[in-house]
């Protein structure tokens, strides 16, 4: 099982990501770790990344994917379908999930945070950067339910 939690900044991710592969007896991949430092410098100083910014990024996202034993659990945005076929050509099959929210929740939540390089000035070009997925290429989670029910109902998708 390679999962990859997806959505805009500041939805909770790495949260569930973390939280998946604890209940799994997983590893769990912190897609931001693997941004190149150009990456982070750029996000925080309020600059969007372009998709020649994110490829590099998502090659190894999917290369650490790929080379851990399963279950392996990443959080990355994967706003674009481009992104995520680009993830699953270099990982193999992969099940997203992807955590949908509104900007005036995740917005509120990213005011709450410390020490993340992302500012809350970068949330609207995530919006509309996202694509959302299409039918059967991701499970959609409610990200206003709360933690236990968002672990809940993906350890169900997950078949777990």
């Known amino acids: 099982m390679r999962v990859v939690v997806m959505g805009v900044s500041g ?24 941004h190149p430092e150009a990456n982070r410098a ?13 490829w590099p990024w998502l090659d190894r996202v999917a290369g650490v994917l790929a080379s851990e034993e399963p279950p392996v659990i ?17 990982a193999g099959p992969l099940t997203f999930l992807w955590m949908d929210g509104s900007y005036e929740l995740i917005v509120g939540r990213m005011a709450l945070r410390k020490g993340h390089y992302m500012p809350t000035s970068l949330l609207q070009s995530q919006f509309e950067a996202l694509e ?12 206003s ?13 997950l078949g777990q």
Not at 132 to 143: H, K, N, Q, T, Y
Not at 145 to 157: M, N, T, V
């Open 11 to 34: 939805c909770g991710k790495s949260t569930l990501g973390a939280d998946l592969a604890q209940l799994l007896g997983g590893r769990f991949i912190e897609g931001d770790a693997l």
């Open 132 to 143: 959302p997925p299409g039918p059967g290429e991701a499970v959609r989670l409610d990200i």
């Open 74 to 90: 990443a959080a990355c945005s994967a706003l674009k379908r481009a992104y995520r076929d680009r993830l699953r050509a270099g």
């Open 42 to 54: 750029k996000m925080a100083a309020g600059i969007p990344l372009t998709d020649e910014d994110r």
């Open 145 to 157: 339910e709360g933690r236990e029910a968002l672990l809940a109902e993906a350890l169900r998708q």
